[in-house]
């Protein structure tokens, strides 16, 4: 399998270990045999190499502040140029994730669709705004579009739905989609107010310098949108669903709540309503005996309500480099069995 690699910030560079580290085990449980051919990165430049890149070079190059493009003789092709002219198996788009417009990781993913290239994304922005479009595209030109680590990273949620949940009729999912807010709700639980949770957080990584993206809710409803119109059928945009942060919640009413043997989560929800599939993200009160009141930290969970086995709740990471470069090497394999 030749892929090509648009992006090569953290999540790519999770992948390049991973591909390095499970190479024997890749082709002795699954057959599958991964050769980078081409990576392209808006800020570290681009290499190409028909036979394989070094996967260990590359990433010294970037550990070291040196160019990709200075590891195969100068490419300075740019993403859209080498999903053109690169022959690959697969596209890993891993640009960064823009929810308004989807770009340009939408038109990357186009590209290497109609030219038969599957792809496999942690982009939240193109799946979001346009996998039906994409799906379909994929469908027209032999290819497949898969997109595990955009909901929950690498925790297998998707593929829980897809393979092992096949045949259940599924009602509602409610879930924590966002480690961040379920962070710093977590340490307000424990004495501290609004501010001193989010610095924490942003010091140790899990918050931007910049962090409403997060604490006022956009990145759960990203991730509810893509739930609502892949595993519900619907056609939603992400301003259809009511959106609201926790950055409104006081030190007060966490304490409120755990009197009455409760806790706040910030909770994407996904329902049918009748022949409708409605949205949301908000702070909700969850009752201490609900598997999601157990869930703190930066760990994401979530509850699937179905017809066959009432409520299934998986829990695991919602983020980081490993856990997301791993969510592509599901969909590798996955489509390597295929």
Known sequence: MKLLLIGFGTVGQGLAELLIEKADELKQEHGLDCTVVGISDMLKGSCYDPNGIDLEAALAKVEA?????????GFEW????????????????LTYTDIETGQPATDHIRAALAKG??????????T?????????????NGARF???????????????IRETLAGSEISEMQGILNGTTNFIL?????????AAALTEAQELGYAEAVPDADVLGWDALAKVTILANTVFG?????????????????P????????DGKKYKLVGRVWRDGAKVRASVGPQLVDNSHPLAGVGGATNAMTITTDTLGDVTIVGPGAGRRETGFSLLIDLIHLGRS
Do not use: H, W
């Not at 740019?78 to 788009?93: G, N, P, R, S, W």
């Not at 977590?186 to 609004?194: A, H, L, N, Q, S």
């Open 146 to 160: 898969l997109f595990e680590g955009t909901v929950m990273a690498g925790t297998p949620l998707l593929n829980l």
């Open 78 to 93: 740019d993403a859209l140029e080498m999903i053109q002219k690169v022959d690959a198996d697969v596209m890993c788009e």
């Open 65 to 73: 502040g040196q160019a990709l493009s200075t590891l195969t003789g």
């Open 252 to 259: 007060e009413q966490i304490e409120a709540a755990a009197a």
């Open 117 to 126: 290239m599957s792809v496999t994304t942690t982009n939240k922005g193109p």
């Open 234 to 250: 619907a056609s939603l945009e992400p301003d259809d669903s009511p959106c609201v942060g926790i950055t409104e919640i006081t």
């Open 128 to 140: 979001a705004l346009a996998s039906r479009e994409l799906m379909e595209l994929a469908a027209a």
């Open 186 to 194: 977590t340490r307000m639980e424990g004495g501290m107010d609004y």
